[in-house]
């Protein structure tokens, strides 16, 4: 298991009384009286001088040459944004590979003017020595949003993308961010600071909160379009400076130009909880997901209990019966196959001994998840002579993407042809996009007769985290992000219905997966210096929770103190509670980590 660092890729109920008990009866007059007291949704932008002011029925906002240098909320005074430090920088920057950043402002003999749109509407327009641009400033009546929309471009090809700055933050402000299932830090926080997230493989929502004692405000983008963005937390000289970038799709060898999203801010009161549910409504309005959430199985609600990487053993399944109800408890089952794991997909073909355990388990009620794959393969497989056109090809460097295993240590995916094809014993493997139909229409009938031979009812299929911009972004008219969305649906569908799992869960993954084994923050196999600092934030769990089931990935044996915190980040986040066993000892005789986890299943 230790190959996947290829990734760096008391139960208590509540009695609630009767509503009428606790709500007073309501009297005539009281919806107007109501009315009248809220304030009116208007919305103005106007241009003074050279700066921009908005007003909307949730805040007061000023811009000056790009930059927000004022943010006060109407209901309580508050001021989130105080001005823009010396050092910030400019407010619209274009960005090129290895995040070489140019400035589009008005030093180097640039200008930038402000110019009104509309009653709502107005712009800066940049023209710098190496670029020029527009941000669009706008105001949304009914939510009281501010929407601003960054564009830039050059003659000089290669962007890869413009970012729109924010500065001036208020120090008390925390940065509350869906990174591995949801962090809540300080912005100067070692664990953050100058650091890049892209969407959605690490930064799993587009949205992030600035979060203090009693509310504070937020940043998101209504994107159902599977747009490619990214948020730099802040800079090597400013740790309190956010940026948003719009990315281009790939290629990008000539590109000249980014920009086409709009980013919404808004103040809040209360705390992350509240813009994090607004953000959830606007995903499942967007994307459809009420028909999805209720066609779930409801037996996925009733697991209490997951193993990851479950041994093939049978006294396993006997040891969790005897202290949990088999039906509440989710196997994952790496291995099971013929070939060995991770080898030859994408071909699935059960051993012997894995269909005796299987056939145990399900007879026992144990809900048994094969691990199968949903990019990548083998190349040298067969189906490869015909697949190879649409790997994934890396959108800096043009690389293929993928990864080979061996004696421990990656070795990524080798350019030659001839080697790539000769060494399956080194466990290459390449990503296939999954926007090819081909891709998908094997891969289900690859998994789908094993399902049904199984009589399974869930299944596992790895890496649907990894998708994001490439050289060859779009195929079939689609990203791999929109890509992974159909495959995932496509596998949930074989037959009369799988329960999907995956690796990673992001706000599309979701979707379509009913489980996902998540990572803990930057700690795949080892926990990072700091990891303790990273739970106690279930934003992810806010976000997805209704759709979606967490459970924990490596290192929950409960042997050692880093292990019981590998498992407490994981309940913190919402988690299932999950463990890694080597026999079915742990079990019988378990420590004190796995001990509390078993009873809390049980409860």
């Known amino acids: ?267 809040h009161q209360g705390d992350w909880s509240v813009p994090a549910t607004v953000y959830r409504d606007w995903l499942w309005d967007a994307y459809r997901l009420r028909p999805d959430e209720q066609q779930r199985p409801p037996w996925i609600r009733d697991i209490a209990f997951a193993v990851s990487w479950c041994p093939g053993d049978a006294t396993i399944l006997e040891a969790l019966a005897r202290r949990l109800d088999p039906r509440r408890v989710l196997l994952h089952y790496p291995h099971w196959r013929t070939d060995p794991y991770d080898e030859n997909y994408p071909n699935y073909v059960p051993s012997d001994d894995a269909r005796q355990f299987i056939a145990k388990g399900q007879s026992m009620g144990f809900h048994v998840m094969p691990h199968f794959n949903s990019v990548d393969m083998d190349p040298s497989h067969p189906a490869y002579a015909f697949l190879r056109d649409f790997q994934y090809r890396g959108l800096d460097r043009q690389d293929l993407r993928g990864w080979s295993w061996h004696e421990g240590r990656g070795l990524g995916v080798p350019e030659s042809n001839a080697t790539r094809v000769q060494n399956r014993d080194k466990k290459v493997m390449v990503k296939i996009h999954p926007g090819l139909a081909f891709w998908r229409s094997l891969l289900g009938r690859s998994i789908g007769p094993v399902a049904r031979d199984l009589a399974l009812d869930t299944v596992f299929i790895d890496v649907t985290l990894v998708s994001h911009n490439l050289h060859n972004c779009l195929v079939d008219g689609m990203t791999s992000t929109e890509g992974m969305n159909r495959l995932i649906r496509h596998v949930a569908g074989l037959g009369r219905g799988l329960a999907v799992g995956g690796e990673g869960l992001n706000e599309i993954t979701m979707q379509g997966q009913s489980f996902a084994q998540v990572h803990l923050f930057k700690s795949w196999q080892d926990s990072i210096d700091g990891l303790e600092r990273t739970g106690g934030c279930p934003l992810n769990e806010r976000l997805f929770g209704r759709l979606c089931r967490s459970f924990g990935y490596s290192g929950l044996g409960g042997r050692n103190p880093k292990e019981e915190l590998r498992i407490r980040v994981h309940l913190e986040h919402g988690a299932i509670p999950t463990v890694t066993l080597r026999s079915a000892a742990e079990i019988d005789q378990p420590n004190a980590a796995v001990k509390s986890l078993l009873e809390r299943a049980g409860s």
């Not at 009248?36 to 805040?59: G, Q």
């Open 1 to 267: 298991m230790n190959r996947r660092r290829f990734v760096r890729t008391a139960s208590g109920a509540l009695t609630l009384a009767p509503l009428a008990a606790l709500t007073p009866a309501a009297r005539p007059g009281d919806a107007a009286a109501a009315a009248s007291t809220a304030p009116a949704k208007t919305a103005t932008v106007r241009v003074e001088d050279d700066r921009v002011r908005v007003e909307t029925h949730t805040l007061s906002a000023v811009f000056h040459k790009g930059w927000l240098v004022s943010l006060r909320c109407r209901a309580t005074g508050e001021e989130y944004v105080g001005g823009v430090e010396p050092d910030a920088g400019a407010a619209l920057e274009l960005v090129y590979r290895s995040d070489e950043r140019v400035r589009i402002d008005a030093s180097k003999f640039g200008r930038i003017t402000t110019h009104p749109v509309s009653e709502r509407c107005a712009e800066f327009v940049f023209h710098s020595w190496d670029g020029d641009g527009v941000l669009s400033v706008s105001a949304d009546p009914e939510t009281g949003d501010v929407l601003i929309e960054p564009a830039a471009f050059s003659s000089r090809p290669g962007v890869r993308g413009c970012r729109w700055s924010l500065a001036g933050l208020r120090k008390d402000l925390d940065l509350v961010a869906p990174f591995f299932q949801g962090t809540r830090l300080p912005l100067e926080d070692p664990l953050i600071r100058n650091s890049h997230w892209p969407w959605p493989f690490f930064w799993e929502a587009g949205l992030v909160i600035l979060q203090g004692k009693a509310g504070g405000f937020w940043v998101h983008t209504q994107d159902a379009r599977y747009r490619y963005k990214a948020l730099q937390v802040g800079s090597p000289a400013n740790p309190r400076q956010l940026g948003f970038d719009t990315e281009a799709y790939g290629p990008i060898d000539n590109n000249l130009s980014a920009g086409g999203l709009a980013w919404r801010l808004n103040v």
